[in-house]
């Protein structure tokens, strides 16, 4: 796919039959016909985005592959490309920005050809939900399944993951553990329940959350992918702090322990750290948000001073681990 944006439509991007014969221009009109309207200006070589009036943009790219992210009969073809679009639009979230354009680029083995349609659906479903639009991106012939989306969003202003500051209150959206311990459950040969299932597989970016905890002076904020330990370890080393956490006070999911919710991974939560004068206005401004809960987990200390009873287990969700 290849595309054009912000300027006029030429009758060969109203017309999909210009794209040419073939099966992956018949491919591409066929992604088009799911997305519909989400799909704009699809014919061009690249994208061409207007000019911003105010804020700046946002970049990131986010990959799914099959039998490293998931396994097919964990999850129905709708539910992997859901899973793939929330992961991406869930960078967005982390740094306060409001979705806007999003490139799909799919490799695909023939055995995977006829669920995309499915697929398509679960990248749709998301991405409209975010109020974005696809705007081009790649098809590709491959040995393995793979989604990689590159999403591009406005921040008014970017929240990073370095400006944590000593006496800052830690704080994290959502309950933890879910999909970690569907995880488990698959790989022991069970069955997850049915809230840890959702949680794997279809996560909800948390945008609007994020865009309004920047506007409301988070300090530093990202989005929990490799389970909430770890990233908070990576929140502390990116501001030169140290991420406390109380772990009695984890959100965690029925039945789960705070062990659980420490290691459990691609939560697509965000974990923020708000400066102490900021929190009345925050908790109070979040009923707008009451569906998600936000909860106090921690505080942000100097560098060198955990104490051994809050400390964090070593490892967290290895993106690489099969």
Not at 74 to 88: D, F, M, Q, S, Y
Not at 138 to 144: D, K
Not at 219 to 246: N, P, Y
Request: glycine residues 12%; negative net charge; hydrophobic residues 50%.
């Amino acid at each position: 796919m290849s595309t054009t944006h912000g300027l006029a439509p030429t009758a060969a991007f109203r017309d999909h039959q210009a794209m040419g014969p073939g099966v992956e221009f018949d491919t591409i009109r066929m992604l088009m016909a799911r997305w519909g309207e989400l799909a704009v200006d699809i014919g061009d070589d690249a994208a061409v985005l207007p000019p911003l009036t105010s804020g700046v943009r946002v970049v990131s790219t986010d990959a799914c592959v099959e039998d490293v992210h998931f396994r097919r009969e964990w999850l129905t073809a709708t539910e992997v490309g859901h899973r793939a679009a929330a992961a991406a639009l869930s960078d967005l979230a982390a740094m306060g920005a409001r979705a806007e354009r999003v490139l799909v680029a799919l490799v695909v083995p023939p055995a995977w050809q006829a669920a995309l349609a499915e697929v398509a659906d679960g990248i749709g479903r998301v991405v409209g939900a975010a109020g974005a639009r696809i705007v081009g991106g790649n098809l590709s012939r491959g040995a393995t399944f793979a989604i990689t989306l590159t999403v591009i969003g406005v921040a008014h202003p970017p929240v990073s993951r370095a400006g944590a500051q000593v006496g800052d209150l830690v704080m994290v959206t959502g309950t933890l553990g879910g999909p970690g311990a569907a995880l488990v459950a698959w790989q022991q040969g069970d069955t997850p329940t049915a809230w840890a299932r959702d949680r794997f597989a279809a996560p909800t970016p948390r945008l609007a959350e994020g865009e309004w905890l920047a506007r409301m002076g988070a300090s530093a904020m990202l989005d929990i992918s490799d389970g909430l330990a770890a990233d908070a370890r990576h929140l502390g080393a990116a501001s030169g702090v140290v991420v406390s956490l109380d772990h009695a006070r984890l959100p965690v999911g029925t039945g789960l322990t705070p062990a659980q919710a420490l290691r459990s991974g691609e939560e697509y939560e965000l974990l923020v750290t708000v400066p102490p004068g900021r929190l009345a206005a925050v908790t109070g401004g979040w009923s707008a948000f009451s569906e998600v809960p936000l909860t106090v987990i921690g505080e942000v200390r100097p560098a060198g001073t955990e104490p051994a009873a809050h400390s964090a287990p070593d490892s967290g969700h290895d993106h690489f681990a099969r």
